[in-house]
């Protein structure tokens, strides 16, 4: 099956075009439509998510696309949350999430759509980077995809493209100690490795 991928910027919008081939994404066809070839200066009410939805809309429409279909989130419509949770177990830290966020949200979390990818350190405990989305924004977009007749098959985020091509194999443990001599107290930088595997792997859905 064919996947197009669809990556909204605020200069223009990008089409890649392929196909998954176990870990691979072979490219058939790239196209970029800049937002200023379809912006009308005139009409300063249209916003960029608009233009955007209109590129796409004419895009699909035109090539007659039959696929599957990728594409993200708006950025400002997104909050991300990097939270340490005090415990080694996964489902104990998911129980947790709720009520860190409350006290870090405008709004309650259950008026909210989030999603968490979680890392261990070397203690054993978790942190956790969150993806937040107000539940009413995220369905009154939803659901405005849907009558443009642009909602894609995935839908997903910026930070989520990036996850999916990353595997975090350690991180970085920095701290200052202070060993002792009889001249002096002597602070001591400790820097453990820290490395990140990129990594080919089909996009995952996100939001």
């Known amino acids: 099956m064919s996947t197009l991928i669809i990556d909204c910027g605020s200069y223009s919008v990008k089409f890649v075009e392929g196909r998954f081939q176990k870990k691979n994404f072979q490219i058939d066809n790239i196209d970029e439509v800049l937002i200023d070839d379809v912006r009308d200066e005139n009409d300063i009410d249209i916003t960029l998510e608009e233009y955007q939805q209109k590129i796409i809309k004419q895009y699909l429409e035109q090539s007659s696309f039959n696929g599957k279909i990728i594409s993200q989130l708006p950025n400002d419509f997104l909050t991300t949350r990097y939270l340490d949770l005090p415990v080694n177990n996964k489902k104990k830290a998911d129980m947790m999430i709720p009520f860190q966020l409350d006290e870090e949200l405008p709004f309650s979390t259950t008026s909210a759509h989030y999603i968490s990818d979680y890392h261990k350190s070397s203690t054993g405990q978790f942190s956790a980077i969150v993806q937040i989305a107000e539940d009413e ?18 839908l997903t985020s910026e930070l989520g493209v990036y996850q999916s091509y990353v595997v975090i194999e350690s991180l970085a443990d920095i701290y200052v100690s202070s060993t002792s001599d009889t001249k002096q107290q002597r602070p001591t930088l400790h820097i453990t490795t ?11 859905d996100r939001l």
Not at 137 to 154: C, D, G, I, M, W
Not at 196 to 202: A, G, K, M, N, T
């Open 137 to 154: 924004v995220f369905k009154t977009y939803h659901e405005y995809l849907r009558a443009n007749q642009t909602l894609p098959s995935v």
């Open 194 to 204: 820290k490395l990140f595997q990129i990594i080919s792997l089909p996009l995952r």
